[in-house]
């Protein structure tokens, strides 16, 4: 698929204006403070994955409502104990994809980091190994798929509640031994990414997000693109649904990346593959180009373009990119 969405000179300065409701901050903050108290973390039981130089935790934490979510905890073998407590990777894993198996995901633990992978609820059923985590509340009008449950208001939709159990993941974390609670990352791919960048315009105090390929950016412009993947299943929704557009539109402003990526104060590091048609580049620019600006100083950023790229983008390249770049993050700290 050759480039289809704007030229590269014209998505270094693509700033759309902000799509987002009046009461954006107070919607989310109502869904983070309405859901029962209670410590983040449920229970972390170790697990043995016949790794010699990895250990591995199940963990249960408190997601939307209380629900139980699963991660997969990982860290170094030999780098246990309170007295040199490790930063942390939050991971958040793609569209239709779970935890899958703990071996799976290495990469952040091999680096020297402490690492969760949040499952994804009511997800895993579309490739991967799985995942172990229900949605109770998916009764909603809207579907098949997730990016389609509960369109038509934004209380009910799936992503409401998948940010909050990203949210609470790095609650969950930082409540587990040995992580330094001051140096926990977002990273994310697909709709990882929007996750992750969720997180950091919703927890003032990360320490750094990296995203690539970031899902729910630029949604109005993203569903006039593509009919593929997670926007295919919203215009499919749509195209049987005739005249529930408006109630649809609604529900995503709530959701879209670009005011979370405002709000945000963390470092941030982008990665986007210019030939992307699931997650059309200009959401990814309008995101980066916006990225921390109602945080008084605009933070540390930088993005990685890739133009013979589509959905994978830099894959292994960018991975090696991002480790450097985290890695010079911590150092300045």
């Known amino acids: 698929?050759?480039?289809?969405?704007?030229?590269?000179?014209?998505?270094?300065?693509?700033?759309?204006?902000?799509?987002?409701?009046?009461?954006?901050?107070?919607?989310?903050?109502?869904?983070?403070?309405?859901?029962?108290?209670?410590?983040?973390?449920?229970?972390?039981?170790?697990?043995?994955?016949?790794?010699?130089?990895?250990?591995?935790?199940?963990?249960t934490f408190r997601g939307f409502g209380g629900d139980p979510v699963r991660?997969?905890?990982?860290?170094?073998?030999?780098?246990?104990?309170?007295?040199?407590?490790?930063?942390?990777?939050?991971?958040?894993?793609?569209?239709?994809?779970?935890?899958?198996?703990?071996?799976?995901?290495?990469?952040?633990?091999?680096?020297?980091?402490?690492?969760?992978?949040?499952?994804?609820?009511?997800?895993?059923?579309?490739?991967?190994?799985?995942?172990?985590?229900?949605?109770?509340?998916?009764?909603?009008?809207g579907g098949p798929g997730p990016a389609a449950r509960g369109l038509l208001d934004p209380h009910d939709h799936h992503y409401r509640r998948l940010i909050t159990d990203a949210v609470r993941a790095v609650?969950?974390?930082?409540?587990?031994?040995?992580?330094?609670p001051a140096r926990v990352a977002?990273?994310?791919?697909?709709?990882?990414g929007g996750l992750a960048l969720a997180v950091a315009g919703l927890v003032?105090?990360?320490?750094?997000?990296?995203?690539?390929?970031?899902?729910?950016?630029?949604?109005?412009?993203?569903?006039?693109?593509?009919?593929?993947?997670?926007?295919?299943?919203?215009?499919?929704?749509?195209?049987?649904?005739?005249?529930a557009e408006r109630a649809a539109y609604r529900t995503l402003s709530y959701l879209e990346g670009v005011s979370f990526a405002r709000r945000a104060h963390a470092p941030a590091h982008f990665g986007v593959g210019l030939r992307d048609t699931v997650c059309p580049p200009s959401g990814a620019y309008a995101a980066f180009n916006r990225y921390g600006e109602l945080s008084g100083a605009v933070p540390r950023k930088e993005i990685h373009a890739y133009p013979f790229n589509g959905h994978e983008g830099g894959d292994a390249v960018h991975v090696r990119r991002q480790l450097g770049w985290l890695a010079g993050v911590r150092a300045t700290d």
């Not at 609650?171 to 330094?180: I, S």
């Not at 977002?186 to 990882?192: D, E, K, L, P, T």
């Not at 003032?204 to 690539?212: K, M, R, T």
């Not at 950016?217 to 649904?241: F, Q």
């Open 204 to 243: 003032p105090d990360l320490a750094a997000v990296l995203v690539s390929a970031p899902l729910l950016c630029g949604i109005r412009r993203a569903l006039d693109l593509t009919d593929a993947g997670p926007y295919g299943e919203i215009a499919a929704y749509l195209s049987v649904h005739r005249g």
């Open 186 to 192: 977002a990273v994310g791919n697909s709709q990882g």
């Open 71 to 141: 991660a997969w905890f990982s860290r170094p073998a030999g780098a246990d104990g309170p007295a040199a407590p490790l930063p942390a990777v939050v991971e958040y894993a793609g569209y239709g994809r779970g935890r899958g198996l703990p071996h799976e995901r290495l990469t952040w633990v091999a680096a020297g980091y402490a690492h969760l992978l949040m499952d994804n609820r009511g997800q895993g059923d579309q490739y991967g190994c799985g995942g172990d985590t229900p949605d109770p509340h998916a009764d909603a009008p």
């Open 1 to 59: 698929m050759p480039a289809f969405d704007l030229p590269p000179t014209e998505l270094a300065h693509h700033r759309p204006d902000p799509d987002e409701p009046e009461d954006f901050d107070a919607f989310w903050h109502a869904t983070l403070t309405g859901s029962p108290p209670g410590e983040p973390l449920v229970s972390a039981r170790p697990v043995e994955t016949g790794l010699r130089l990895t250990r591995t935790w199940d963990v």
């Open 171 to 180: 609650a969950a974390v930082r409540a587990l031994p040995g992580v330094d």
